[in-house]
Structures are given as structure tokens and as C-alpha cells.
């Protein structure tokens, strides 16, 4: 009798143990992150410069703040293993208002036109944790592109120059139907040298609404 009652509670624990690893790849399979996606949002962009800024009586102004309004649009996919562990990659794109500064050169005594474009696409990589079906958590590691251009009115000479940089971010997605889902992250981009000053560097912040294909 002992032996059929330890035979039985055997059985029933690999059974339970089995159960649980179907009821994980189950959650994996129909997890609403193993899709493909597309999306819009909005948020804001806070970046700004190491560089001074003087006027034309040589005052000091803070350092140069490009602080935009900014629109998203965003394309990428992703997949959730068995172990709830999620990896992707998206490209993003932010629009925003062109900034413009004056630069005041002490030495040529003249203003320089220097401008940073608002336009700043960004590839990325995406690691995260995927509670349920419904809910991720993830990181992202990538590079953003943005344009630098300076016109030296002395000379009457300037041009323009695409940067990169790093950007490092964390979010939150959570999936309210099949298709759709929402996301809020942020992202600091460590910014890109131009005459031996560091520029775009800090914060942007944004809400994505994003609609979902399925494997």
C-alpha cells in the first residue's frame, strides 16, 4: 500500500511540474508581444549642450537647452521565450522644432549662426520581462543620428554634419486588447562632440500607442 501511495504522489508531482512548464510556454506562445508592430506618440525631448553662449556685449547665457515638443513614430518587433524573457529591436523616429543660437566668436568679433536639427531617428535593441501575456517590462540599447549645422557669417562659410550617439532607455508596455497597446518610455542620449563641446545630451520621454501583428 505505501508503495502504490508513493507511486501516486510521484506521478502527481511530475504531472504538476509538467502542467506548469505548459501553462509557461502557453503564456509565451499567446503572449501579445511576439508581434511585429507599428506606432505613433507624442512626448517631449530635454537635451542641451556643455557650451556657453555669449551675446554680442560678451554676457554669458546658460548653457544652450533644446528643449522640443516632439512627435514619434516607431516600427520594430519582438518575441517572448518560454522563460517570459522578451528580445527585440525597433527603429524611432522624433520630430521636433529646429533650434537656432547665436554664437559669439570674441577673436573674429562676429556671430555664428549654429543650428540643431529636430528630426533624430534612433535603432535599438530591446531586452525585457514579460508578466502574464499582457504586460512587458523592457530595456533598450542604441544610436541616434542627429544634424549639427553652423554657418560662420565672417566668412560667409558653413555647412552641416550628421552625429551619432548612444542612447540608453527603460519602459513599460501594456497590451488593452489583441491589437493595440500602449507604452511609455525614456531614453538619455549621451550626446556627440562638435568642436571639442558635447551637445544633444539628456533626456526624451514619450507615449506610444502601437498596433500589433502576430506571429
Known sequence: ???????????AMAFS???????VVESARTSAFNSIYGGLGIGGSFLKSDADYLDKDGNHHDKAKANRFIGSFVLGGGKVFSNNVYAGAELLMDW??????????????????????????QLSAKVGYAFKNDTLVY???GCAWSKVSLYDLG?????SETKSSVVLGLGAEKAFCKKFSTALEGDYNFGWKFRD??????????ALVKYNVKY
Do not use: Q
Not at 17 to 23: G, L, P, Q, S, T
Open 96 to 121: 521636433g522644432k529646429n533650434k537656432k543660437f547665436e554664437i559669439y566668436d570674441k577673436s573674429k568679433k562676429h556671430t555664428d549662426d549654429f543650428s540643431m536639427k529636430g528630426f533624430i531617428p
Open 139 to 141: 530595456g533598450k540599447l
Open 1 to 11: 500500500m505505501k508503495k502504490v501511495m508513493l507511486s501516486a504522489a510521484v506521478c
Open 197 to 206: 563641446e558635447r551637445y544633444n545630451k539628456g533626456w526624451t520621454v514619450r
Open 17 to 23: 511540474a509538467n502542467a506548469e512548464d505548459v501553462v
Open 155 to 159: 566668412s560667409k562659410e558653413g555647412g
